[in-house]
């Protein structure tokens, strides 16, 4: 399979996509049912767009199955991993740098908090912790509040009493 050169685009209309790849539209349509993060949308009109990405990805899918042999699921593991790879590295140096030196145990320390509190919530009301603490939750109706008396009705325009003169 030769190289082939993708115009230089935003969207390509599917026909175009088929023709680049050289597959049929239902092989396309099929692809988007297996590779769901394959950026295809459609216009007011109905019609399927891809962007340049994606036409890369299709020709990237095509390379895999017809020429690496590899299945579906195969292509997608692979593509995972080859996106993965090296935008991962990237963001965690990125994260490391912006949290500093010890973003690890900060994070360590997130964890534990919150599994603290999942234990907490995963207790029965009335349970007493290891410390001694009774975790309680109050499920009595709250009390009523005092009738409040009835305001005169008012006759006319709105929030305005009639005054005599």
Known sequence: MGQVEIPNRSLFRQPEVCELASIQPYVLRSWEAEFPDLGVTRTEGGQRVYRKADVERVLRIKQLLFVEGL????????????TAGPAEESAMGGLAELFGRDMRERILQVKQGLKSLAGLLSRSPGHRGGNGELFELDTAPPPKAAAKPQQQQHHGKKGKAKKKK
Do not use: Q, V
């Open 71 to 82: 299945t579906l699921a195969g292509a997608r593991r692979k593509m995972a991993e080859e």
